[in-house]
T-cell receptor, first 111, second 115 residues
Framework: RKEVEQDPGPFNVPEGATVAFNCTYSNSASQSFFWYRQDCRKEPKLLMSVYSSGNEDGRFTAQLNRASQYISLLIRDSKLSDSATYLCVVNTNFGNEKLTFGTGTRLTIIP | GAVVSQHPSWVICKSGTSVKIECRSLDFQATTMFWYRQFPKQSLMLMATSNEGSKATYEQGVEKDKFLINHASLTLSTLTVTSAHPEDSSFYIC???????????FGPGTRLTVT
């Protein structure tokens, strides 16, 4: 089983729609969770950290369910500029900050 | 925010030659930097953890004699791909751990093509 699993997509969503991504992780001792965004042929950029209480940043909402080892990202009112690959990232080795990346979910917003 | 640069942004080299890639933290000091590799349509895979003033820690399956890492200062880590082969062609990305020790800031990546 992969340490971090994501639905690779692609997700093709009309502009203005709401889209949700899911991610599961295998190591129950994982400490930190993130969503990164990666544009084609570019480096990943931190979108948001994910906290147990859930957190929201504008149109983006992230949720963490430790019992189910499940992370989600919700994008509301999607924009054309949201088209990218979204990476679920987990810190599986607390203390040395090593990150494990999921393979990413490709999102395309259609005008 | 924190800025990390990489140089070169892309490089084409012949098989058998060596290539050095630099990773710099421009506005903060980073005792720990990471080197990743990403093949097309795949996720980032951690190659090694680079610690200032000490030897790098390599992930399983990564040849330390082939991928030489030097973290000589708090703002610079270098990755040298020795005796490069076409299968080493990839997107190499570094990151620097923030001073808080929580976030990683990524460089823009170096695209290596070995012919």
């Amino acid at each position: 089983r992969k340490e971090v699993e994501q639905d690779p997509g692609p997700f093709n969503v009309p502009e203005g729609a709401t889209v949700a991504f899911n991610c599961t992780y295998s190591n129950s001792a994982s400490q930190s969770f993130f969503w990164y965004r990666q544009d084609c042929r570019k480096e990943p950029k931190l979108l948001m950290s994910v906290y147990s209480s859930g957190n929201e940043d504008g149109r983006f909402t992230a949720q963490l369910n430790r019992a189910s080892q499940y992370i989600s990202l919700l994008i509301r009112d999607s924009k054309l500029s949201d088209s990218a690959t979204y990476l679920c990232v987990v810190n599986t080795n607390f203390g040395n900050e090593k990150l494990t990346f999921g393979t990413g979910t490709r999102l395309t917003i259609i005008p | 925010g924190a800025v990390v640069s990489q140089h070169p942004s892309w490089v084409i080299c012949k098989s058998g030659t060596s290539v050095k890639i630099e990773c710099r933290s421009l506005d903060f000091q980073a005792t720990t930097m990471f080197w990743y590799r990403q093949f097309p349509k795949q996720s980032l895979m951690l190659m090694a953890t680079s610690n200032e003033g000490s030897k790098a820690t390599y992930e399983q399956g990564v040849e330390k004699d082939k991928f030489l890492i030097n973290h000589a200062s708090l703002t610079l880590s270098t990755l040298t791909v020795t005796s490069a082969h076409p299968e080493d062609s990839s997107f190499y990305i570094c990151s620097a751990l923030s001073t808080s020790g929580y976030e990683q800031y990524f460089g823009p990546g170096t695209r290596l093509t070995v012919t």
